[in-house]
């Protein structure tokens, strides 16, 4: 039985796998920064960008939860699939996920995380390729 509405689990789910894609972030900067990368700050950059803006939406995503009462808990784990408890108005409810298609969410929302942290750069590309063009020509 359903008690949550579609709203309640629509940000109680994205809080969730949001809250991953940030930990995936925390990981990968680690793994960049002791890394032998030639130039390594533009991709510790990006990682600071995204995980600036998944930071802000999970923010605005906690109060919203908070507001509603809704509170998500990881019940169990194997090696297919990670239950979570879902708590809201005095219920519960436990939903199970299959662990490949939590890691395809993670990877949407990192996509998604890096499409707007680029947003901005995409303006400044344009300037330099204008610049670039200029001195070539």
């Known amino acids: 039985m359903r008690n949550l ?3 309640e689990l629509d940000i109680a789910t994205r809080y969730l796998f949001l ?3 940030i930990v995936v972030i925390k990981q990968d900067r680690k793994h960049f920064d002791i ?3 030639k130039i390594k700050e533009p991709y510790l950059e990006l990682l600071g960008k995204m995980e600036l803006e998944a930071r802000k939406e ?3 995503l906690k109060h919203q939860m ?3 009462n809704i509170h998500v ?3 169990g784990r194997n090696d297919s699939f990670t239950s979570f408890l879902f708590l809201a108005h005095g219920y519960e409810e436990k939903r199970n996920y299959f662990n490949p298609a939590i890691r395809k969410k993670v990877e949407m ?3 998604e995380l890096m499409r707007k942290s680029q947003q901005p750069a995409q303006k400044y590309r344009k300037k330099a390729t ?3 063009d200029d001195l070539q020509g």
């Open 73 to 75: 808990v990881e019940s």
């Open 66 to 68: 908070d507001r509603l």
């Open 130 to 132: 204008t610049i670039a």
């Open 19 to 21: 809250s991953m894609a």
């Open 58 to 60: 999970r923010k605005e």
């Open 35 to 37: 890394g032998k990368f």
């Open 5 to 7: 509405k579609q709203n």
């Open 109 to 111: 929302i990192l996509f």
